[in-house]
């Protein structure tokens, strides 16, 4: 049964950092690509960063790059979302989720599991 966990979430100022964690069960990354998504209120579901399952590049949306960096351990079956320089505007439920082959896309269509969400607040 695969099963996506995200952590790390919580509210920060401003300007600050924040490093989301994606534990995963019941599959093995390697053969995954895995991305991060988020969902503000009101709004659809966003690509933010994947990791194609291939070769391991990393894309990012623009809103992200140069601020966000997305990085994955294998061996420990896990994403990570290294998030900095946070706006207000970055508020909203991140995802990770994961697609088996070599995906590189940033659209939710393409990923076939979810984990349940963590919410990171950007508010002083």
């Known amino acids: 049964q695969v099963q996506l966990v995200e952590s790390g979430g919580g509210l920060v100022q401003p300007g600050g950092s924040l490093t989301l964690t994606c534990s995963g069960s019941g599959f093995t990354l390697y053969y995954y690509a895995i991305g991060w998504f988020r969902q503000a209120p009101g709004k659809e579901r966003e690509g933010i960063s994947c990791?194609?399952?291939?070769?391991?590049?990393?894309y990012y949306a623009d809103s992200a790059k140069g601020r966000f960096t997305i990085s994955k351990d294998n061996g420990k079956n896990s994403a990570y979302l290294q998030m900095d320089t946070l706006e207000s505007e970055d508020t909203a439920v991140y995802y990770c989720a994961i697609a088996w082959g070599p995906i590189e896309s940033l659209d939710p269509k393409r990923y076939d599991y979810w984990g349940q969400g963590t919410q990171v607040t950007v508010s002083s």
């Open positions: 990791i194609s399952g291939s070769d391991g590049s990393a």
